[in-house]
């Protein structure tokens, strides 16, 4: 299969032979999805807590005595039942991560790849060096490539730090390493902007 690349003013440019295997199979939407939720579950924290009637400060003296009173007997003020007191059954912190083997990453990733290169949302640069770290350069390149108002991952072989400081203040536009991009970044941009290294090197990962 062959991708081509697209010159800055928006012209067709050479031809890069690319794996049949990483660019144009089947997508498998179920593993996709197992992928995304692996990722997203990874990303949580876990440090949501909540006091137990235990841990709630106060509450050592019984507030009136066991009877007489006319009242349901109380043994602290720290119960769940009064105000202030302690939770039941509250969330506790523990940990979110999920594990997936190698091979279904991979082809998660090549599925979401062969998508966007089916429905052209794959655009290939010879080259994404930047000479000085300007938004409104970076952004020009966009407009010539007419997808200046769409959601862009950039994804060069190595993220340069002109290049990272011309993207960071453009609100659709994000940036990673060609080879470091997650399944959930790819599939939540709506156009994906390798340089020809990057996309060489992501075809070289993920055929092997």
């Known amino acids: 299969m062959n ?3 697209i010159k800055s003013d928006g012209t067709k440019g050479d031809a890069i032979k690319v794996d049949n295997g990483v660019f144009k199979i089947k997508p ?7 992928a995304v939720v692996q990722e997203l ?7 949501h807590s909540a006091k137990s009637r235990g841990m709630v400060k ?10 007489g009173r006319g009242v349901a007997r ?3 003020i720290r119960s769940p039942l009064w105000k202030g007191g302690g939770t039941v059954f509250g969330p506790e912190p523990h940990p979110y991560k999920k594990r997936m083997p190698k091979k279904m990453k991979q082809l998660a990733r090549k599925s979401v790849l062969s998508h966007k290169a089916g429905k052209g949302e794959i655009f ?4 994404l060096t930047q000479p000085d770290p300007k938004t409104s350069a970076f952004y020009k390149f966009l407009i010539s490539l007419n997808i200046q108002n769409k959601k862009v991952l950039v994804l060069p072989e190595k993220v340069e730090k002109n290049l990272r400081l011309a993207v960071r203040n453009l609100p659709n536009v994000n940036i990673t390493k060609a080879d470091s991009a ?6 939540n941009h709506e156009v994906l902007l390798f340089d020809k ?5 992501v075809n070289q990962k993920l055929s092997s």
């Open 3 to 5: 991708l081509h690349t």
């Open 58 to 67: 106060g509450g050592g003296r019984k507030p009136w005595r066991q009877k």
């Open 41 to 47: 579950h990874n990303q949580r924290q876990g440090t």
């Open 124 to 127: 290939i640069v010879d080259d």
């Open 28 to 34: 498998n939407e179920a593993v996709v999805h197992q």
């Open 74 to 76: 109380a043994g602290t």
């Open 182 to 187: 997650s399944t959930y970044e790819l599939i």
């Open 197 to 201: 290294p990057g996309l060489v090197l």
